[in-house]
T-cell receptor
Framework: NAGVMQNPRHLVRRRGQEARLRCSPMKGHSHVYWYRQLPEEGLKFMVYLQKENIIDESGMPKERFSAEFPKEGPSILRIQQVVRGDSAAYFC?????????????FGQGTRLTVV | DAKTTQPNSMESNEEEPVHLPCNHS???????IHWYRQLPSQGPEYVIH?????VNNRMASLAIAEDRKSSTLILHRATLRDAAVYYCILTSGNNRKLIWGLGTSLAVNP
């Protein structure tokens, strides 16, 4: 059973371009969480999705950011018109249930650099 | 959201026990206490979690204070591979998102 797969591992975008980050959860997991980590900081919650539904997007900026988890295929975190402040590591986690009483499995992250 | 407080850094010697403390004085009755660790340039890795009772697994032990306002992660015999940032995290809300602090950077000396 493969772990959580994120791609690409590294992504370089020029200011104003779009960034698409992909996350394939572990098999059988229908709960996906996205977190962002700035250099020298802890992770910050962005969004929580179940299949085809956004459950909590309270940590996601209102503009330029969107997330989806379609019935088929990976979860996508999309950042439009990227700015330098978007440079960070973005981690995806999946779990079979919500992460209250179970562990979350994390991917290796996508490191976004905006130049 | 309930917050956690951890020391910025700790140091240990190889094959000695390590006790990593965490304070969470505003924890709610339904919050679980999770510990994750993150090695350099990698994604976080689950270590252990609990609610009220002490917990043991193959990686570590978790000791939870009776009033639940603090907890301690215990690594019984530190190895060089245990050098990482350790995060004490509380779940939050109905959807149980993880609320992260800055963690404790653990150095293990050979």
């Amino acid at each position: 059973n493969a772990g959580v797969m994120q791609n690409p591992r590294h992504l370089v975008r020029r200011r104003g371009q779009e960034a698409r980050l992909r996350c394939s959860p572990m098999k059988g997991h229908s709960h996906v969480y996205w977190y962002r980590q700035l250099p020298e900081e802890g992770l910050k919650f962005m969004v929580y999705l179940q299949k085809e539904n956004i459950i909590d997007e309270s940590g996601m900026p209102k503009e330029r950011f969107s997330a989806e988890f379609p019935k088929e295929g990976p979860s996508i975190l999309r950042i439009q018109q990227v700015v330098r402040g978007d440079s960070a590591a973005y981690f995806c986690a999946s779990s079979p249930f919500s992460t209250g009483n179970t562990e979350a499995f994390f991917g290796q992250g996508t490191r976004l650099t905006v130049v | 959201d309930a917050k956690t407080t951890q020391p910025n850094s700790m140091e240990s010697n190889e094959e000695e026990p390590v006790h990593l403390p965490c304070n969470h004085s505003t924890i709610s009755g339904t919050d679980y206490i999770h510990w994750y660790r993150q090695l350099p340039s990698q994604g976080p890795e689950y270590v252990i979690h609990g609610l009220t009772s002490n917990v043991n697994n193959r990686m570590a032990s978790l000791a939870i204070a009776e009033d639940r306002k603090s907890s301690t992660l215990i690594l019984h015999r530190a190895t060089l591979r245990d050098a990482a940032v350790y995060y004490c995290i509380l779940t939050s809300g109905n959807n149980r998102k993880l609320i992260w602090g800055l963690g404790t950077s653990l150095a293990v000396n050979p």
